[in-house]
């Protein structure tokens, strides 16, 4: 699986992509899962929602845990993982190999090329591994944008998808009186 999306905020990416590297880690063995995101505050605030999916995991079904901090937490008895990171640092995650890979508002990260040939590349292109990329947009020619363009033109190995901001009903408001459509 390899997907880019570009979306509008606050759509429930990052929690579908969060959740899904939980049940990866929590159901299989030998699996290693990260989330990168573009800054530390959110990191912390991604691996919160991993942490209250622990918290509130049945007790029939929660894996014990080895290691358990603000970053990461091992299952030890399916020799799993779940890992998270900040962009800022072109060497995080590098000299691992990972099934499942998250990136979170990557169109925001720095030092990309470090980050392509590091945590990138731990992914293997074989069936069994994920990788998530996920942006509001930001701007034109960095990494995600030049991502997004290949997909689009079906190049490359991610497979575009586009979540507009009008689907969410709360960034819509009411037309105001008096408004009329013109053809521009």
């Given at each position: 699986v390899r997907i880019i999306i570009l979306k509008g905020r606050q759509q429930g990416c990052s929690t579908y992509a969060s959740a899904r590297g939980y049940h990866i880690s929590t159901r299989n063995k030998g699996k290693a899962v990260f989330i990168l995101?573009?800054?530390y505050q959110t990191?912390?605030?991604l691996f919160a929602m991993v942490d209250r999916f622990q918290q509130h995991c049945p007790e029939a079904l929660k894996p014990h845990t080895s290691v358990y901090n603000n970053k990461q937490i091992k299952f030890d008895a399916?020799?799993?993982e779940y890992t998270t990171g900040t962009a800022g640092n072109e060497d995080v995650g590098r000299g691992g190999t990972l099934q499942y890979f998250h990136g979170s508002e990557v169109a925001f990260w720095e030092n990309t090329d470090g980050i392509e040939t590091g945590i990138m590349q731990s992914i293997a292109d074989v069936d069994g591994t994920e990788i998530i990329l996920?942006?509001?947009a930001n701007?034109?020619?960095n990494m995600f944008h030049r991502k997004?363009?290949?997909a689009m033109r079906g190049e490359g190995d991610y497979e575009l998808?586009?979540?507009p901001w009008f689907w969410q009903t709360e960034y819509r408001r009411k037309i105001v009186e008096g408004f009329e459509l013109t053809d521009d």
């Amino acid at each position: 699986v390899r997907i880019i999306i570009l979306k509008g905020r606050q759509q429930g990416c990052s929690t579908y992509a969060s959740a899904r590297g939980y049940h990866i880690s929590t159901r299989n063995k030998g699996k290693a899962v990260f989330i990168l995101s573009h800054e530390y505050q959110t990191t912390t605030k991604l691996f919160a929602m991993v942490d209250r999916f622990q918290q509130h995991c049945p007790e029939a079904l929660k894996p014990h845990t080895s290691v358990y901090n603000n970053k990461q937490i091992k299952f030890d008895a399916l020799d799993s993982e779940y890992t998270t990171g900040t962009a800022g640092n072109e060497d995080v995650g590098r000299g691992g190999t990972l099934q499942y890979f998250h990136g979170s508002e990557v169109a925001f990260w720095e030092n990309t090329d470090g980050i392509e040939t590091g945590i990138m590349q731990s992914i293997a292109d074989v069936d069994g591994t994920e990788i998530i990329l996920e942006s509001t947009a930001n701007g034109m020619g960095n990494m995600f944008h030049r991502k997004c363009m290949a997909a689009m033109r079906g190049e490359g190995d991610y497979e575009l998808v586009f979540i507009p901001w009008f689907w969410q009903t709360e960034y819509r408001r009411k037309i105001v009186e008096g408004f009329e459509l013109t053809d521009d």
